[in-house]
């Protein structure tokens, strides 16, 4: 079946813009969260989203933002762009059994360069 | 959630067997080590996942001695294709809130 399918793959923001990215999960899959991997940082969660309900968050400022909708395709939005902001955004989905590792599926992620 | 420690890089020859290995002293007891491979402008892959002794499947094996204070990722006859980034994850179903270490970059050299 098809894997987890992030737009656009590349995006080319300026200082003080906001910008929204998508992701669509693995059929069936209720389950998404999104990460942010930057060079000095490494990989950090940022959320997920399961049922249309933000269940965890990371430690973000409130610029980063997400929601779910009924088809459990999810987008995240981030306002107010710093030149900090770029990185590579990725989204992972996952089936969320409460009593079992959830084994996550990553998307190709989407590269956010804010100038 | 528990801390993880793993060579910063690591480099290799085709046809060798590599042994990554990680530490998670704090390790709580219903807790699963699971490695996540992830090539360069490319999302994580998993792996593999166990929660003690040996766990094997088609790419790689993972041993955890009993104490499951540390880990190690065993890729038996590395190729080219398997230079990549390898995280060690230590952690429970905790809502899918995966935290991600530094990693291990290995350099698979022909």
């Known amino acids: 079946k098809a894997g987890v399918t992030q737009t656009p793959r590349y995006l080319i923001k300026t200082r003080g813009q906001q910008v929204t990215l998508s992701c669509s999960p693995i059929s069936g899959h209720r389950s998404v969260s999104w990460y942010q991997q930057t060079p000095g940082q490494g990989l950090q969660f940022l959320f997920e989203?399961?049922?249309?309900?933000?269940?965890n968050k990371g430690n973000f400022p409130g610029r980063f933002s997400g929601r779910q909708f009924s088809n459990s395709r999810s987008e995240m939005n981030v306002s107010t762009l710093e030149l900090g902001d770029s990185a590579l955004y990725l989204c992972?989905?996952?089936?969320?059994?409460?009593?079992?590792?959830?084994?996550?599926?990553f998307g190709p992620g989407t590269r956010l360069t804010v100038l | 959630l528990a801390k993880t420690t793993q060579p910063i890089s690591m480099d290799s020859y085709e046809g060798q067997e590599v042994n990554i290995t990680c530490s998670h002293n704090?390790?709580?007891?219903?807790?699963?080590i699971t490695w996540y491979q992830q090539f360069p402008s490319q999302g994580p892959r998993f792996i593999i996942q166990?929660?003690?002794t040996k766990v094997t499947n088609e790419v790689a094996s993972l041993f955890i001695p009993a104490d499951r204070k540390s880990s190690t990722l065993s890729l038996p006859r590395v190729s080219l294709s398997d230079t990549a980034v390898y995280y060690c994850l230590v952690g429970s179903n905790a809502g899918n809130m995966l935290t991600f270490g530094g990693g291990t970059r290995l350099m698979v050299k022909p």
């Open positions: 989203y399961f049922s249309e309900t933000q269940r």
């Open positions: 166990g929660y003690k």
């Open positions: 992972a989905s996952s089936f969320r059994q409460l009593d079992s590792y959830n084994e996550q599926f």
């Open positions: 704090n390790i709580a007891t219903n807790d699963y």
